[in-house]
């Protein structure tokens, strides 16, 4: 399995190259095409200098129930209200592309100006999107990237560096167990984007520590009752266990909460992985969890809001190198293309939280 | 035996003039029976003559649309069959209500169980009671066995049980000879004696007239929904029992054309069917009825279900104008010109929410069909025209016919199979349930069916049917033929005895 | 009459709603479209109150979109329920049947190819329903769920982890641009002409009689020849095949597959069927009733999306409306009952649970008990 | 023909004998299931791992409990799933608004919204004459609805529940931990009800031969209700515990139990269409599934093999069980065919 995945995963990045290259290719000349209306718009918008009032932004999470999405759709009604905009935030009850669809549909019908979503499939959404796009609707992705390529044109909002993040990750780990010993990945489900993109770059960085060995990747799903069970599962299975990374928060969470209620697995075994500070606070205090890190969601979303209003307004543009400001963040520049990722802008570097630090974060 | 009745003393149980009717049909007029104790009293009459909507009354299950029920002299009202238990009346239906899945005491003590403290059930105590009833009984049933898979005559057996383990005075017993054996039916009869001399009234149903004279000292007849005359049994013969229920001689209702017999239509050698048919042989002609007659469960709907190919035949050959059948294959059967009316109606013989119209049609649907799409045209001229051949009564053929009384819907499965133009119908129970009028209608449709050159293998339970309609009779008897008799040398006595194994050097 | 013991369990029909006997059954299934009708007709005026411009051609094109490949599946199991039996692994078999044809795809089948592959499999799939139902049979609510997880744990066994997504792009765009010369969707335009034939063959032809006296009155059914373990097999096989269409469909439209494409769709796609009017005790049910409901559910998600309704509070409707949809037909009933039980008492109405027993409410229950002598 | 069949009869169909086997024989398969996967990783057997089994069985199991007794009467709950999840979160809820709410109180809440729910499936399915499957279905919806209304993207956290609930989720007693006492509780309480009391005995009655249950005076419609509130209750208990065993809970809190609750009673052998079946039965049927669940794991299948293996089996567990009586059902035919020779 695992080589039929690399395989796979090869196979795909060399068609994501390929794209990519189309990408940039089409990117120039619809930059220069989209110049031809932009620089329009965006003197007339120059000249005011201010993003538009009244904007309508659909935030589109995966499911309008995970609080780590709650968090960020909140932060994406702050900037819109700052804005003298307004947030809609719609979504299934599901994380699927398919409860995603209607509020696509929904966007359009009521003409909204900017769509920002995290999607529950990296293709899935994109005819639906680009019907979007074709309304006239600027596209916006945050969480979990759409991989459509070109088409629509849209821009993603990097939470952090996709290989810094798993880099860190597998750092963040080898660092507290030493460097050796089998480890393994509790994720989310096993068709979420983000997370398989993470465990890529895992992998890669554990080149770098010969005696970790990833025995096993397993799939919580993001529920806390299935991400348990898996867990025990694992635990049975690999005895000797020394590490897990869970880069998803509710599997973090739902692990810590295991080692915190069976403390003699603690004397061998290290969890870390991505987590909310309000849900790890106890078992960080109480030593269960010693490192994790994360970005602020509430930040990803404000972020995210204030990059469709600018886009919405012409005061932004997917053109690489060029920048727009975000409120109390400051200003974000809008990085090239790489392989894989359409233009995009990046949170920040996550911030990594241990009991010295954790009481300062309330998200 | 003598006659027991005590005009003066207070009957256990008085109905008086109930009646009872179902949407139109008027299932009963005048229910009227009275019950001394210490008496069994015998309820006859023909089917449809409603008995059993009279014993549901008894049981509580109908409310009577009018009518009065006293118990010891006073007036009750039975609300359900909670009240009728509470009023000391058991009722034993024909049709075994038993629990499958529950043991055999259980099913006897059901809802009434023998507790301890705590309100809990006495298992022990609960299983030695029904031992002690089986033993009152003189069978060996094991109480802790499961009733899933209990003969019928078990499951009669474990009915009266639940009766008896109530502590009934009243006990009606709706055909509980039907399926026994004649040591079996001895042996309840036993049970009966047992019971008056306990005190208890008895209400004994049954068709076989013998036995009601064997243990009965008063007989009520009823005759179409109608309460007709109680007597005391010394006072009747079989006879003017039989003119009683019928209300005509019998020779009206059996019309007797002698058709020309012609060549074999169906031919049944050895056939078998595991556990249930042994080495069944027989033939049937071109413009004659064969009948099979014998006891309930003898094995005569299983015999018209294998030839018809509903049920998987273990061995033997079943050849219809020469064609070889098929094992299991109704299809191929009626390809071959046979037909079947099921014993069944409601459930076998049609779709009773469906209309008139498409029940007719739905053994016809491939001839009604043009492009595989069906003519609704062609399915109503269809329906029309065989409601009409068979004076079939109804509002519009689209009418479920759920909505026709037994007769008319019985006239419906006919024409079903009349339509396709058999070469061979097999009729089970052609008139059971059928209003007497209807029943000869019935009969005079397939004498000139007969006439005609269909042949006919008919299977009937009332004795004078099968002695009035057919040419020859056979005989079964625990799953095989017991005896062939012809239309002249056979009688009713003849009959009985080869259906329960009493006739000598009959063929076996 | 026969020496099979009567212990045998009685017909598994538990709670019917009505005693319909008395009433053809083109009168109720009228009465209950009408019903549809003006639940639709109310939703359309809803949505266009909310917003002028929602009767138009994008709306009908979306609606389409999103019931597509529910209201395929939906057509299948129509016929299903009218036989008396229920098929659960519907959304398991689109999902497995995507799967299929993605990784295929995926190795270098041609997609044509990887197409019939997945349908074979629908097929293949629904056979194991039928074998075990038809053939063996076993209550279809315990097979299906049975194989709801096993379909959907082939499908993971198939794909999982991956998506895949490299699918021609003249195909995908289904998912985004109507039928030439139309504003209908391609998953719409299949749906109503699949239900035409649906229509068709459960109306007009033997195969839909069968299958309506199979639901009615199985033993009746046998007796006049028609094979009802066949009809029961068939029309597993034809609900995999329609499942595996669906997945197809689905899987073009999303432009991608991952193994759990659908899942939980299978509800969705009972509560259509049984908004639709068709009982699910069986032998009652019209393709006009389904089409409705698919029509009402698919308007319904439009209006309360755009409406910015939650999506729990359209969770809540759907269930409301699927319970209406039950009790409404018994209600009239349950009234009477009601009554009945006021007027005589207590001790009835504590026998009044199961049915059929309780004094009968039509004539051919004096038959049924006249009759068996 | 009485005797003859009787003492056959008895040899093939005794009953309790018969639901004894199958209980023995999913006991088997479980020890099977266990001593095969123990050879292959001994750490199958630790104490720690026995505990997991037990703890995560024990939910379902208690879940199967109240569905054994209305599958019993011929009915289906299909919402207990979506009730272990509104149970759950309100609890948390509570515990959330009101920090020094005594745990009682918390197992009492949870308890009685799964009686609330519970009575209004009975009511409409017994009183109203609906087809359950169709009832609770759309009580599945309408709960999932309301509890994502009360949710609200809010997760409630081991932080917000009292320490001494939690500990209801790990703790053990002489090695076995609360969660499978408590569910050994129920089963043990209510085989016993359903065996030495009339209202039990009435359940299986109903389900057997639901016009002969109402002829001997059984009150149908009562027993019906009274089966969808202990049902409901059950999986209100189980909320409360699932509160407890993952000490945190948001809208996804039991979803899809449901089914897993089903095919565990299946496998239990209870029969779909009413009338047998123990909870004994259904509760080792949770414990064979999720036994087979954790082995797989724990024999290092890949994860993605567990759902294909948990639906085959299921699959089995129903064909294995229609073989069975028919095998009796045939030995029975042909023990009355033998005698009919005689």
């Given at each position: 399995?695992g ?15 390929a794209?990519?290259?189309v990408?940039?290719?089409a ?9 031809g ?7 007339t918008q120059?000249a005011s ?5 009244g ?5 589109i999470?995966?499911?309008t129930?995970n ?12 900037a ?8 809609v935030?719609?979504s ?16 359009i019908q009521a003409?909204a100006?900017?769509i920002v979503?995290a999607?529950n499939d990296?293709?899935a959404?994109c005819p ?7 309304a ?7 969480d ?6 070109s088409?629509?044109?849209?821009l993603?909002?990097?939470?952090a ?13 080898a660092?507290e ?6 480890i ?8 979420a ?14 080149a770098?520590?010969p005696?970790?060995k ?6 919580g799903?993001?529920?806390?009752a299935?991400?348990l069970?898996?867990?025990?599962g ?11 990374i ?7 969470s739902?692990?810590?909460?295991y080692?915190?209620t069976?403390?003699?697995l ?11 500070p309000?849900?790890m ?7 269960t969890?010693?490192?994790?890190e994360l ?5 990803l979303?404000?972020l995210?809001g204030?990059?469709a209003?600018s ?6 543009s997917l ?6 400001k ?6 974000y ?5 790489t392989a894989?990722v ?7 570097p996550?911030?990594?939280?241990d ?7 309330h998200? | 035996?003598?006659?027991?009745e005590?005009?003066?003393?207070v009957?256990r149980?008085a ?10 049909v ?8 009275t019950?001394?104790?210490?008496e069994?009293?015998?309820l006859?009459?023909?089917n449809?003559?409603g008995k ?10 109908y409310q009577p649309?009018?009518?009065t ?12 069959p909670?009240a009728?238990?509470?009023a ?10 038993l629990f499958p899945?529950?043991?055999v005491a259980?099913?006897?003590?059901m809802?009434?169980q023998?507790?301890?403290?705590g309100?809990r059930?006495?298992?022990p105590a ?5 031992g ?6 003189g069978?060996?049933?094991?109480p802790?066995r499961q009733?899933?898979?209990l003969?019928?005559?078990d ?11 109530a502590?009934a ?29 306990e005190g ?5 149903i ?10 009965c000292?008063?007989?009520t ?6 309460f ?5 049994a ?6 003017e029992?039989?003119r ?9 209702l059996?019309?007797?054309t ?11 050698e050895?056939l ?10 027989f033939s ?6 064969v009948a099979l ?5 003898a094995?005569?709907?299983e015999v018209a ?6 049920d998987?035949?273990s061995a ?5 104008r ?5 094992n299991?294959s109704?299809l ?9 009316v ?14 008139i ?5 739905l053994?016809?649907l ?10 609704r ?5 269809l329906a029309a025209?065989?409601a ?8 519009r053929l689209?009418n479920a016919?759920?909505t ?27 008139t059971r349930?059928?209003?007497v009028?209807?029943?000869a209608?019935?009969?005079r449709i397939l ?6 050159g269909l ?6 339970s009332?004795l004078p049917?099968?002695l ?5 009779i056979?005989?079964?008897?625990e ?9 002249a ?12 194994g009493q006739?000598?050097?009959?063929a076996? | 009459?026969t020496?099979e013991?009567?212990?045998r ?6 709670y ?8 053809p059954v083109?009168?109720?299934a009228?009465?209950?479209e ?8 109310a939703?359309?005026i809803?949505?266009t109150a909310?917003s002028?411009?929602f009767?138009n051609?994008t ?5 389409g ?9 939906a ?6 329920v ?5 098929d659960l ?5 689109l999902g ?5 044809m ?5 190795q270098g089948w ?11 499999v629908g ?16 209550p279809s609510?315990?097979v ?13 066994i198939?794909?999982a982890p991956?998506?895949?997504t490299d ?5 995908t765009?289904i998912g ?11 998953s719409?335009v ?9 229509g068709?063959v ?8 069968a ?5 009615l ?8 020849g ?7 097999f068939g029309?597993f ?5 329609m499942?595996a269409?669906?997945?197809?469909l689905?899987?073009?439209k999303?432009a991608s ?6 899942t ?6 009972v509560?259509i ?10 032998g009652?049910?019209?393709v ?15 209006v309360l ?11 809540i ?14 209600g ?7 009554r009945?039980?006021l007027?005589?008492g207590?001790?009835l109405a504590?026998?009044a649970?199961?049915?059929r027993?309780?004094?009968?409410s039509s004539s051919d ?9 | ?6 003492v056959?009869g008895t040899r ?11 209980e023995?024989?999913i006991g088997?398969?479980?020890l099977?299931v266990?001593g095969?996967t123990?050879?292959?990783n ?12 037990l ?6 199991a ?7 007794l ?11 799933g979506?009730?272990?999840?509104l149970?759950?979160y309100?609890v948390?809820d509570?515990f959330?608004?009101?920090p020094?709410m005594?745990?009682i ?5 949870g ?5 609330v729910?519970?009575?209004?499936n009975?009511?409409v399915t017994a ?11 759309a009580?599945l ?6 509890d994502?209304?009360i ?6 956290t ?25 569910a050994?509780?129920?089963?043990v309480?209510?085989a016993y009800?359903?065996r030495?009391?009339?209202?039990g ?15 001997a005076?059984?009150?149908?419609a009562?027993?019906i209700?009274?089966?969808f509130?202990?049902s ?5 208990l189980?909320?409360?515990?699932f ?5 945190e ?11 897993l ?11 779909i ?19 087979i669940?954790?082995?797989l794991v724990?024999s290092?299948v890949?994860?993605?093999w ?9 699959l089995?567990?129903?064909?294995f069980?229609?073989?069975?009586s028919l095998?009796?059902?045939?030995g029975?035919?042909?023990?009355e065919?033998?005698h009919?020779?005689l």
């Open positions: 399995m080589n039929t995945r690399r395989w796979r995963r090869k196979a795909a990045s060399a068609l994501i190259l794209a990519v290259a990408t940039a290719a990117c120039s000349s619809s930059s220069s095409s989209s110049g209306t932009t620089p329009t718009s965006s003197s120059a200098g201010t993003i538009k009032k904007l309508l932004v659909y935030f999470p995966k499911d129930q609080p780590y999405e709650v968090i960020a759709d909140n932060g994406g009604k702050k819109l209200t700052e804005l003298g905009g307004k947030v935030v719609s299934g009850t599901a994380d699927t592309a398919a409860a995603q669809i209607p509020s696509i549909q929904a966007a003409h100006n900017a979503i999607g990296p293709s959404l639906s999107l680009n019907q979007a796009a074709r006239g609707i600027k596209i916006v992705s945050f979990s990237d759409v991989t459509c390529g088409s629509p044109d849209h993603f909002i990097n939470q560096n996709t290989q810094q993040i798993g880099e860190s990750e597998v750092s963040l780990l660092a167990i030493g460097g050796s010993g089998q393994a990945i509790l994720s989310a489900a096993a068709s984007t983000n997370q398989n993109a993470w465990i890529v770059y895992m992998k890669q960085e554990l770098k520590y005696n970790m990833l025995v096993s990747t397993v799939y799903n993001d529920d806390p299935t991400s069970q898996v867990l025990q694992l635990l049975s299975a690999y005895p000797n266990l020394r590490g897990i869970s880069p998803t928060t509710v599997g973090i739902a692990a810590a909460q080692l915190d069976h403390k003699n603690l004397s061998h075994l290290t969890l870390t992985g991505l987590g909310l309000s849900l606070r106890k078992y960080v205090e109480d030593g969890v010693a490192k994790f970005w602020d969601p509430g930040n979303g404000y995210a204030y990059a209003a886009l919405a307004s012409g005061m932004a053109t690489p190198g060029s920048s727009f975000a409120g109390t963040l400051g200003s520049t809008v990085l090239a293309p894989g359409g233009p995009s802008v990046v949170l920040g996550p911030t990594v939280f009991k010295a630090n954790i009481n300062n974060y998200f | 035996m003598g006659l027991s005590q005009p003066e003393e009957p149980l109905l008086d003039r109930a009646a009872k009717a179902f949407g139109a008027q299932a009963l007029v005048d229910g009227s029976i019950l001394f104790p210490a069994a009293h015998a006859v009459g023909e449809g003559a059993s909507t009279l014993v549901k009354i008894l049981a509580g299950v649309d009018s009518g029920l006293a118990i010891d002299g006073q007036p009750v009202v039975l609300s359900g909670v009728a238990r509470d000391g009346i058991s009722v034993i239906y024909q049709e075994p209500t899945d529950l043991t259980e099913n006897i003590f809802g009434r023998p507790l301890r403290a309100r059930i006495d298992r609960m299983n030695r009671s029904a002690e009833i089986f033993t009152r009984l069978v060996a049933l094991d802790q009733a899933r898979g003969s019928v005559a499951q009669q057996i474990v009915e009266i049980a639940k009766a008896l383990s502590n005075n009243v006990l009606v017993m709706d055909e509980p000879t039907a399926a026994l054996t004649s040591v079996e039916v001895e042996r309840l009869f036993e049970v009966i004696r047992a019971l008056r001399r208890a009234a008895v209400l004994f049954s068709h076989r007239l013998e036995e009601v004279f064997a243990v000292q008063r007989v007849i009823m005759r179409d929904g109608r007709v005359r109680t007597a005391a010394g006072d009747l013969t079989i006879d029992v039989i009683s229920m019928v209300g005509r001689d019998l020779d009206v059996f019309p007797s002698q058709a020309p017999v012609g060549e074999v239509v169906l031919q049944v050895q078998s069917r595991e556990g249930v048919l042994h080495d069944i042989s049937v002609r071109r413009g004659e009825i007659a014998g006891l309930v469960g094995g005569r709907s279900r294998a030839v018809f190919g509903i998987r035949r033997g050959r079943v050849t219809v020469g064609q070889v059948l098929p299991a109704p191929a059967a009626m390809a071959a010109g046979v037909a079947l099921p014993e069944d109606r409601r459930q076998q013989g049609l779709v009773m929410d469906l209309g119209d498409r029940n007719i049609a053994a016809s491939a001839r009604l069909s043009r492009l595989g799409l069906i003519s045209t062609r399915e109503r001229d025209d065989w009409n051949r068979l004076q079939l009564k109804f509002g689209t016919v759920s026709l009384s037994g007769g008319n819907q019985q006239k419906v499965v006919l024409a079903k199979w009349l339509a396709r133009d058999p070469a061979l119908l097999i009729i089970d129970e052609p349930g059928i209003d009028g209807t029943k209608e019935v009969h004498d000139g069916l007969v006439a005609g042949a006919v293998l008919m299977i009937s009332e049917e099968v009035g309609m057919a040419d020859r056979l005989v079964m008897r799953g095989r033929i017991a005896a062939e008799l012809s239309r040398e056979a009688n009713e006595d003849l009959v009985m005895r080869a259906a329960t006739l000598k050097g009959a076996a | 009459m020496s013991p009567a212990t369990a009685p017909q598994k029909r538990e019917a709603g009505t005693d319909t006997s008395r009433r083109w009168q109720r009228l009465r209950w009408t019903g549809l009708v003006v639940v639709l007709v939703t359309l809803f949505g909310r002028s411009d009767l051609s709306t009908g094109f979306y609606i979109l999103n019931m597509g490949e529910i209201a395929i599946m057509l299948p199991l129509m016929l299903i009218i036989t008396g039996e229920i692994s519907v959304a398991s078999m497995l049947s995507g799967c299929v993605g990784q295929l795809h995926s041609p997609i044509g190819l990887a197409m019939v592959a997945a349908l074979v097929a293949l799939g629904g056979a194991l329903n039928g074998v075990l139902v038809a053939r063996l049979g076993l609510i315990a299906t769920i049975g194989t709801l997880t096993l379909f959907r744990g082939l499908a993971e198939v794909l991956r998506t895949i699918f021609p792009a003249w195909m765009s985004v641009v109507p039928v030439p010369g139309t504003q209908l969707s391609y719409t299949i749906f109503l002409v699949l239900a035409v034939i649906f068709v459960l109306h007009a032809t033997r195969a839909g009689r299958i309506v006296a199979t639901g009155a199985p033993e009746a059914a046998r007796f006049a028609i094979r009802v373990n066949r009809v029961k029309l096989v034809l609900s995999g095949v499942c269409l669906a997945g197809i689905f899987t073009l999303n597959v991952s193994y759990d494409a659908g939980g769709l299978e509800l969705n796609v509560a069927v049984l908004f639709g009017g068709v009982s699910i005790f069986g009652r049910g019209t006009i009733g389904v089409v409705l409901s698919v029509v009402i559910f698919g308007t319904l998600q439009q999306t755009q409406m910015q309704v939650q999506p729990e509070v359209q969770n409707i759907i269930g409301g409306l699927l319970l209406v949809s039950v009790v409404l037909p018994g009239g009933e349950a009234v009477g009952r009601l009945a039980r007027r005589t207590p001790h504590r026998a649970g199961t049915r027993l309780a004094p009968p229950s004096s038959m049924q008990s006249e009759e068996k002598k | 023909m009485t005797t003859a069949t009787s056959l093939f169909a005794r009953g309790g004998a018969l639901l004894r086997a199958r023995v024989g088997v398969v479980l099977l266990f095969i123990t050879l292959h001994h750490n199958f057997a630790t104490a720690n791992s026995v505990q997991q089994l703890s995560g069985a024990a939910l379902i208690m879940l199967g409990v109240g569905e054994t209305v599958i019993v009467t011929r009915n289906v709950d299909l919402s207990v979506s009730i272990v999840g149970s759950a309100v948390g509570l959330k608004d009101h020094g005594p745990v109180l918390g197992f009492v809440a308890i009685g919204i799964g009686a729910i519970g009575a209004i009975g009511f009183a109203l004459r609906v087809p359950s499957l169709v009832v609770t279905l009580m919806y309408i709960i999932r609805g309301i994502g209304l949710v609200n993207g809010v997760i409630i081991s932080s917000n529940i009292p320490n001494a609930f939690i500990a209801i989720g790990f703790r053990t007693i002489a090695g076995i931990p609360w969660l499978a006492i408590i050994f509780a129920v089963v309480i209510v009800a359903m030495s009391f009339r209202s005995r009435d359940l299986y009655a109903i389900g057997s031969n639901p016009e002969a249950a109402a002829l005076g059984v009150p149908v009562r027993r209700f009274t089966a509130v202990i409901g209750s059950l999986a209100g189980a909320g409360a515990l509160l407890a065993l993952h000490a809970v948001d809208v996804t809190g039991g979803t899809g139990y449901e089914l609750v089903v095919a565990a009673v299946v496998v239990g052998g209870v029969a269409f009413g009338g047998s079946g123990t909870v004994a039965g259904a509760a080792l049927g949770a414990l064979l599934l999720n036994t669940n954790q082995a724990a290092r890949s994860a993605f567990n759902e294909a293996i948990a639906g085959a089996l299921l089995l567990a129903i064909a069980d229609r073989w069975l095998r009796v059902a045939r029975l035919r042909s023990a065919g033998a009919r020779d």
